[in-house]
């Protein structure tokens, strides 16, 4: 299944996602993986090394997602499928030794700072929360730690982190580095080739992109570290269905051409609504005033395609914006091809530093002027003007 001894090195991300992860061409050959639903195989003896055996440890209608998706991160390895971004999680926290500190960002998604939370209640590590765009502070709190998290853009607040310096500053400490790239996409940043020890991601997002899986990968290129993931994964048993496989790889073939829409729409609804008299701050990387847009523009290819709005007039003119769209949906999740949105803060778990009025959007595919003049119907209709 592995055809990327064929390319020529050096394709772009763009091309990659289309062309990695294919069954080896030969005449009569499908052009797509098949779906190989069987959840053993015939096998006797001892089994050779990748030799299939039983679905829990592998199967091959993983492998061409984790084949794309290792190329499209620069990895030196394949990714590793789990059966939700929280399997992929959990899978890249075990790396960390009992009682180790994990230094975190305190915006995060909420649920990576619950599973950090009990965790930490049932003594297998400790927490220290940093601002994670506040690479002082951040260097400051390494000492002595075994993992550095880092979201970055973080979820919800977008705030955007000094990867390369925050990477060699915990190298220096002898902490690992774990990214979740959910946010950016390997098209907006690869940190596995900035140095990180670990990648995760929740496939739902991006790389899936039609809000019809949940899925989850993680990715090392050094080998013990791939090998415990793996070994994790196995054992933990949080494996993805073939068929859901199967529908990620082919979400990911549109990746290059959903982000590079959605995030020029996300930019362009982020710099009218700066402007929109019902607005009291809107947060996007790609607004000169906004504190991640100078390190994003640095770091990142994009800005990426979530946006964050604060209503004038508090939570209840935030929940009416949510109640009153027709074309965007109130949902929860990003990174499909439908725009959505939510009130981060009608969860309880939800940080109490995030705003309690701050809508998170995730901008979609759809034609920009119809997403705003719904968004903009919605906020007039929310503040009653
Ligand atoms: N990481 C981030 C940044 C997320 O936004 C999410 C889900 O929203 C996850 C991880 C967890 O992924 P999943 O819902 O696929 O378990």
Redesign the pocket.
Known sequence: MNDTSEHPIGLSPATLAVTAGRPPRAQGAPVNPPIVLSSTYVSQGVPGPGELVYTRSGTETWRPFEEALGQLEGSARPALLFG????A?AAALSLVPTGGTVVVPRHA?Q??LGLLDELEARGALSVTRVDIADTEAVVGALSGAAMLWV?TPT?PMLEVADLPVLVAAAHGVGALVAV?N??ATPLGQRPLTLGADVV?H????YLAGHSDV???AALADDETIHARLLAHRTVHGAIAGPFEAWLALRGLRTLALRVERSQATAAELARRLADHPDVAEVRHPSLPGDPGHRRAARLMEGFGSILCVRPTGGPAVADAVVGAVRLWVPAT??GGVESSLERRRRYSTESPTVPDDLLRLSVGIEDVEDLWSDLDAALRVATNR
């Open positions: 939700s971004g929280m399997a999680v998604y649920v990576s979201e979820n979740d959910t946010f995760v929740s496939v739902t997002k949940v899925l989850g999740s990003l």
